[in-house]
């Protein structure tokens, strides 16, 4: 498993529009992103100069998303 970087929340937002993810809604600082045919659903802290840490962006990749690290980071 290759090493995965703490990226800001505006960096993996981009990565979820390119898996097809869409913006449901917004409560707070926290998103909620749906996919359109999966109807997989991922929940997206954005916090302005703070990053996501690795252990929930790696929550995040595999068990929202459930894709692997090396795909999600191609996508980067």
């Given at each position: 498993?290759?090493?995965?970087?703490?990226?800001?929340?505006r960096?993996v937002?981009?990565?979820?529009?390119k898996?097809?993810?869409?913006?449901?809604?917004?409560?707070?600082?926290?998103?909620?992103?749906?996919?359109?045919?999966?109807?997989?659903?991922?929940?997206?802290?954005?916090?302005?100069?703070?990053?996501?840490?690795?252990?929930?962006?790696?929550?995040?990749?595999?068990?929202?998303?459930?894709?692997?690290?090396?795909?999600?980071?191609?996508?980067?």
């Open positions: 498993m290759k090493n995965l970087p703490a990226l800001s929340s960096i937002l981009k990565v979820l529009q898996c097809g993810f869409e913006k449901d809604r917004q409560k707070g600082s926290h998103l909620i992103l749906i996919h359109p045919t999966t109807h997989k659903r991922v929940v997206l802290p954005i916090h302005k100069g703070k990053t996501i840490k690795k252990p929930l962006l790696q929550s995040i990749i595999k068990n929202d998303m459930e894709m692997t690290v090396e795909d999600f980071l191609r996508l980067l």
